[in-house]
């Protein structure tokens, strides 16, 4: 944890977390004294997720997602505990004018008033992630605490402590173009409610998992798009060429473990959720289905590992692309009786 | 993964060096990015980026489209015309 002043002068603690949305998001709330933690916003934000998008193609390979669309959380999250929050997008149109001078003209006008400024960013042009972390994705938030010489005090989530970023870099970020272009998105909060009800928010949320994880029409997102994920993986070593077959592999991998901790880390995150419900709550069903969620998270893992060996070819006898999709098969199952029942506890709750 | 981007990188800077591609591909690689990504950086048709990844024709580019592509990658105009060394 790491001490630092924002632009109006009052303290920041920047928290190291696992996600960059749900970090950012916390540490809005905390800044104008709501204690939330990470995972607590994360669950209130309905940030779990699962999505095989085969048609959305990114640097040639389909796009795999765990969480939910970037974006969607912070909303969510906002609506759910109330107060006012002011996000603003710079759309290009011919009559627009310099959108990218506009955007940064506008942050630092948040900033000299005082707001810290939650950014969705590309994090290529981020020059101060080592160059094992920069790729072409649109979708990383960050915090702006205050202005400083050429540049901005940056709290990257990711990161243990608050950075230096350019103004330079800050603008190719934020005005970044390609797929799910951030279009210089920015939010903060006016003011938030002073008490808020995270208990019908918790439901609320819950129930809106799962939701989106069971009762889909889309077969590419939800338990469905885990399962026909697994079928693709089983399937891929007949229908492509191995060297082809591995690198979907090895994207879906590392969608799952690098990319903002992917789908392990979401499982674990949602765990600690449904334990801090539990305590809310007092409900010793929602602890149940914690440890049963960390199990799942568990098995992510183990699905990680097997799909390493295969990536690598080690063991090629007993690592098959069989043995890798069974096991996101068996996290499916789980996961479908795990939200089924927490579908049931969430309705029974009294906010 | 990351062995992967540098492979790719060097596949690039190889496929430049035999005059199979122009330094544009090069470039485009460095910032890991697609003929669709560029071309909406740049603001140019992505058919036009991908012809322009031919050598030929991307040697007889007027400057005002150098300019463009220099900007969206975040390079000098000599250095966009040009392989770096190493």
């Given at each position: 944890m790491a001490q630092e002043l924002t632009s109006a002068g009052k303290p920041f603690s920047h928290l190291h977390s696992a996600h960059c949305e749900s970090g950012v998001t916390a540490a809005l709330f905390r800044d104008k004294g709501i204690n939330i933690s990470e995972a607590m916003a994360f669950g209130i934000g309905s940030g779990i997720f699962f999505g095989h998008l085969?048609?959305?193609?990114w640097v040639g390979l389909p796009i795999t997602t765990y969480?939910?669309?970037?974006?969607t959380l912070f909303s969510k999250v906002a609506k759910r505990l109330g107060g006012e929050f002011i996000t603003k997008k710079y759309h290009r149109f011919w009559?627009?004018?310099d959108i990218t001078k506009q955007g940064m003209d506008d942050l630092r006008r948040l900033l000299r008033e005082g707001n810290i400024v939650g950014l969705t960013t590309?994090?290529?042009?981020?020059?101060?992630?080592?160059?094992?972390?920069?790729?072409?994705?649109?979708g990383h938030n960050i915090i702006v605490l205050r202005e400083i010489e050429n540049g901005f005090r940056v709290a990257d989530p990711v990161l243990d402590h608050p950075v230096d970023c350019l103004a330079e870099d800050l603008e190719r970020a934020r005005f970044a173009r390609g797929p799910?272009?951030?279009?210089g998105y920015m939010y903060y909060a006016?003011?938030?409610?002073?008490?808020?009800?995270?208990r019908s928010a918790c439901i609320t949320a819950m129930k809106d998992s799962c939701n989106m994880m069971l009762?889909?029409?889309?077969?590419?997102?939800g338990l469905r798009g885990i399962r026909y994920l697994a079928k693709v993986t089983i399937k891929s070593p007949d229908i492509l060429e191995a060297h082809e077959a591995r690198r979907r592999l090895a994207n879906i991998v590392r969608m799952q473990e690098e990319v903002g901790t992917g789908g392990a880390g979401f499982r674990f995150m949602y765990a600690a959720f449904l334990q801090e419900t539990a305590d809310l709550f007092g409900s010793s069903e929602l602890a149940d289905l914690s440890r049963e969620m960390t199990a799942i998270g568990d098995i992510w893992r183990e699905f990680a590992v097997v799909s390493a060996r295969i990536i690598k070819q080690r063991g090629q006898t007993e690592e098959t692309f069989a043995k890798a999709g069974g096991l996101m098969l068996i996290c499916a199952g789980r996961e479908e009786q795990l939200f089924r029942d927490l579908d049931k506890v969430a309705r029974n709750l009294k906010s | 993964m990351v062995s992967d981007i540098r492979a790719r990188i060097e596949e690039a800077r190889e496929a430049v060096l035999a005059g199979k591609k122009s330094p544009l591909y090069y470039h485009m690689a460095r910032r890991q990015m697609t003929p669709a990504i560029l071309a909406r950086a740049a603001g140019i048709a992505s058919f036009r980026v991908k012809r322009h990844l031919r050598p030929e024709i991307f040697s007889r580019l007027k400057t005002s489209v150098l300019d463009r592509y220099a900007n969206a990658l975040a390079v000098t105009r000599e250095e966009l015309k040009t392989l770096p060394n190493s």
């Open positions: 085969p048609f959305i193609k969480r939910s669309r970037p974006g009559w627009s004018g590309n994090i290529y042009w981020l020059s101060y992630f080592p160059d094992r972390f920069r790729f072409q994705f649109n799910l272009e951030p279009k006016k003011s938030v409610r002073p008490d808020p009800d995270f009762r889909t029409p889309f077969p590419y997102v | -």
